[in-house]
């Protein structure tokens, strides 16, 4: 079993910024790809940033240069840095993790979400 545990969210004023974290545990062989995705009302759930394995990155447009994304592989983490934050990144906040619990098969774990609020 995999649990993904996503935190961090909260309530900031436009132009601040705050900092998700993802904590991935449990039976873990690799974790491939992660990232963090988002959700408003009324809208389908979009992808914010991802990371390989390796470290290469990959950003939503309105995310680039205001979102980093970083992982730290021995502690089976991933972070998404947010910064000049808009009302419009108010969202819930998800982590997915790409996870092999053998070497042959890989499953997407989705943490359980974290608001975000920007106010005006």
């Known amino acids: 079993q995999v649990h993904v545990v996503d935190t961090g969210g909260g309530v900031v004023q436009r132009g601040g910024s705050l900092r998700l974290s993802c904590e991935v545990s449990?039976?873990?062989?690799?974790?491939?790809?992660m990232a963090w995705y988002r959700r408003t009302p009324g809208k389908q759930r979009e992808l914010v940033a991802g990371i390989t394995s390796g470290g290469l990155e990959k950003y939503e447009d309105a995310a680039k240069g205001r979102f980093t994304i970083s992982r730290d592989n021995a502690k089976n983490m991933v972070y998404l840095q947010m910064m000049r934050l808009t009302p419009e990144d108010t969202a819930v906040y998800f982590c997915?993790?790409?996870?092999?619990?053998?070497?042959?098969?890989?499953?997407?774990?989705w943490g359980r979400g974290t608001q975000v609020t920007v106010s005006p």
């Open positions: 997915k993790a790409d996870v092999q619990s053998g070497p042959n098969y890989e499953f997407e774990y």
């Open positions: 449990g039976d873990i062989f690799k974790i491939n790809d």
